[in-house]
């Protein structure tokens, strides 16, 4: 579970997770726009909270919150969503809608993407809790140091540019915190369960020599609109492959659904598709209509190469240009709507990868320049480990699982015991039975607290207690060697690319599953039937 894929999807999602906190909730917006730092500073505070005097009029009215159900909007579970949470939430996203020019929905349509977004936000708040997922203080201020240092300033300057918005610092971690736990969420519940085997990779990277068209640059009409540095058209051919950002309006199809509840669906995300055909605006239209979990985003989904989006989107787009509008896509989910709002090849972005860009990363001590084409074979430095984990639950919390392997190392380092055996009774990985035997690995492919506690032991060492996404570890180093890692590097970008496409809507699956399995009342919802009927 530790290597390879899940530390890659880490890598990916924590970069573009601190980059839509920092205010790019379209990940292309910052390859797209080119704007200077400041700019992406003023981004994240409008984006993580901006309240706007004039987005008063899109919340709810304070006396219809007065009126029914003592201010209680939903119940999930035992928590409570009051009205007043859900006025002052519809307000600040009101508010980044304006900001973002995108058309604020109505009031009543607004209320419900927004109650559906903080009953999402609770039910994974439930299960992260349940599974003893928390984000310390310490983590939160990793988080804004990063977030600083990609917009090129200070934590105190962007503070401030925060603060100037109208949003309280404190409200900033919050959701920041928020965004985070999400983020391990996923990582634990889903991460692990997405296995790419062997056979996939070799069809993915046979089915790429023979269809060169993934990796190919477009032509001059083409060009990215904004390339990292200055350049003129005619340069040096493009060092990336293309880039498609997209966005969607999804018409979500529940479980179970009869054929006439299907066809109904389908009308609406007919006449939806007929509306972003025509021209209307398609950000305006995804936050008013689309059951997605971006919606109040504009339906921005982010920014992958073509071979990193699900087939499904794959094929609907792979003929499209800017500003096209594909047909209906039909999912196990309901009815997609795509959009591409940007494509072109760049070099990798700093603000998207923690690391040297794949295919072929350079081993720490030598770092490879970024624009480098692959030639030749590349050595790395790889490592043999094994490890033992424990995870996090409500009933193992971090200082009881960082405390068990404090005594199993004790043991260990005594030379009471061996670190398989230990491994074999303790672990919670599925490397268990193997002793916690990880094999040889390149670098990039753990999550990186784990790379680096590793990279710091000489062989043989055993590591003090590690925290990762994953849980507690320990980890002992058996040997290292000098390694052509060409293939391997080829065949770990490959597990990425596959990975990815299947990561997201694995996602939005288990956490539909999650909503379902979940006691919701939404109560605010009820009251606004039965003023329908009333009239």
Known sequence: MMRRLHSLRRLSRNALLLAVCAGLPAAYAAEQNGKGSNNGAKAASAQNGAKAPAAQKNAAPASQGEQFVDGIAAVVDKDVITLRELRDASQRIAGELKTRGIQVPDDQTLQHQVLQRLITERVQRHEADRLGIRVDDAQIDMAIQTIASRNKITVAQLRQEIEKSGTSWESYRKSLRDEIRTDRLRQRAVDSTIVISDAEVDAFLKDQRRNPAFAAAPGPA??????????????????????????????????????????VLRKKAEGLLAQAKRGDDFASLAAASSDGPEALQGGVMGVRPLDGWPDLFVNAISGLQKGQVSNLIQSGNGFHIVKVMDRGTAQPAPNRTARAPAPAPAPAPAPQPAARPQQGPVEVVQTRARHILIKTSTVMSDELARQRLEQVRQRLVSGGAKFEDMARQYSQDATAPQGGELGWLNPGETVPPFEAAMNALQPGEISQPVQSPFGWHLIQVEERRQHDASDDMARMKARQTLFERRAQPAFEDWLEQLRAQAYIDNRLEKQQKIQQNNR
Request: net charge negative.
């Open 222 to 263: 083409q060009q990215p609109q904004a390339q990292p540095q200055p350049a003129p058209e005619q340069a040096a051919a493009p060092s990336g492959p293309m880039l498609y950002a997209l966005a969607q309006i999804l018409v979500r199809v529940p479980e179970g659904s009869s054929p006439e509840q299907l066809a």
